[in-house]
């Protein structure tokens, strides 16, 4: 084993060890693909849809080591505000009280009981009972939405990155956001999106149909990890990482 390869297999049983400590061992295949993912292909800059209160990009900055311009994108007004907390130290976190969608315009964004739940989406009728009260509309507000094909160049233009990656966790909103790119999805090297196993979102996608649309429009797999804490023994949804299919031969 040379000395990189120790280096880093050391780096990564401190990970593992300071995030089982934290409750967070869970996050640890993410930030494994992340790291190799975000250097491998040089990424510098990083759209953060549906940031909640900046725990992702929290994550990226601590234990991914991403350096580069992060956009997060928030709707939810009072969750915003803690996402703005977060950011305001930080000159390359950007941060926006929008949702990303199909369209330029106004949208109702449903509220829920639990604000990570929140969605321009509506519940589905049928879910499990773990989800019934968390994911129930408490308000309706308007909201400002861009498409991300008529977003990406002006901040591109401000802000003069090269090489994005999109990261989606819109609950239930994913392929709307993806539509909104429409050919300036092909600008991504990759996206990380929220796959749906059991729907709990009227308008949401199925995790067939969201990896089938992601590879129609040239992205190929390149990681799968859980994201449902705690309910055991069913898969209620799980992140996917697609890598843009003509990069492929770039680590081959």
Same mark, same amino acid.
């Given at each position: %084993?040379?000395? *990189?390869?120790? $280096?880093?297999?050391?780096?990564?049983?401190?990970?593992?060890?300071?995030?089982?400590? +934290?409750?967070?061992?869970?996050?640890?295949? =993410?930030?494994?693909?992340?790291?190799?993912?975000?250097?491998?292909?040089?990424?510098?800059?990083?759209?953060?849809?549906?940031? @909640?209160?900046? !725990?992702?990009?929290?994550?990226?900055?601590?234990?991914?080591?991403?350096?580069?311009?992060?956009?997060? &994108?928030?709707? #939810?007004?009072?969750?915003?505000?803690?996402?703005?907390?977060?950011?305001?130290?930080?000159?390359?976190?950007?941060?926006?009280?929008?949702?990303?969608?199909?369209?330029?315009?106004?949208?109702?964004?449903?509220? %829920?009981?639990?604000? !990570?739940?929140?969605?321009? =989406?509506?519940?589905?009728?049928?879910?499990?009972?773990?989800?019934?009260?968390? #994911?129930?509309? =408490?308000?309706?507000?308007?909201?400002?939405?861009?498409?991300?094909? /008529?977003?990406?160049?002006?901040?591109? =233009?401000?802000?003069?990155?090269?090489?994005?990656?999109? $990261?989606?966790? /819109?609950? *239930?909103?994913? $392929?709307?956001?993806?539509?909104?790119?429409?050919?300036?999805?092909?600008? %991504?090297? *990759?996206?990380? /999106?929220?796959?749906?196993?059991?729907?709990?979102?009227? +308008?949401? /996608?199925?995790?067939?149909?969201?990896?089938?649309?992601?590879?129609?429009?040239?992205?190929?797999?390149?990681? &799968?990890?859980? #994201? @449902?804490?705690?309910?055991?023994?069913?898969?209620?949804?799980?992140? *996917?990482?697609?890598?843009?299919?003509?990069?492929?031969?770039?680590?081959?």
């Amino acid at each position: %084993m040379n000395e *990189g390869r120790v $280096k880093r297999e050391l780096r990564n049983r401190w990970l593992a060890l300071r995030l089982a400590v +934290g409750g967070r061992v869970f996050q640890y295949p =993410e930030i494994l693909a992340l790291r190799r993912f975000l250097s491998a292909f040089a990424v510098d800059a990083l759209f953060d849809v549906g940031a @909640n209160a900046g !725990q992702y990009a929290t994550m990226l900055r601590r234990d991914v080591g991403f350096s580069g311009l992060i956009f997060s &994108f928030e709707p #939810n007004p009072d969750v915003f505000a803690r996402l703005h907390a977060r950011a305001v130290s930080d000159p390359r976190w950007h941060v926006f009280n929008m949702a990303l969608s199909d369209h330029d315009g106004v949208v109702p964004f449903h509220i %829920m009981a639990a604000d !990570q739940f929140s969605s321009i =989406e509506k519940p589905a009728e049928a879910m499990e009972a773990v989800f019934v009260e968390r #994911n129930k509309v =408490e308000r309706v507000v308007d909201m400002q939405c861009r498409r991300l094909d /008529t977003l990406l160049p002006e901040l591109r =233009e401000q802000h003069g990155f090269a090489r994005p990656f999109l $990261k989606m966790d /819109t609950q *239930g909103h994913d $392929k709307a956001v993806c539509d909104g790119a429409g050919d300036r999805l092909a600008d %991504m090297l *990759g996206v990380q /999106t929220e796959l749906a196993v059991r729907r709990l979102y009227a +308008g949401g /996608t199925d995790y067939r149909a969201m990896i089938a649309m992601l590879e129609e429009r040239g992205f190929a797999p390149n990681a &799968f990890f859980a #994201n @449902n804490k705690g309910h055991f023994p069913l898969l209620v949804e799980m992140d *996917g990482i697609f890598v843009r299919a003509d990069l492929t031969d770039e680590t081959a």
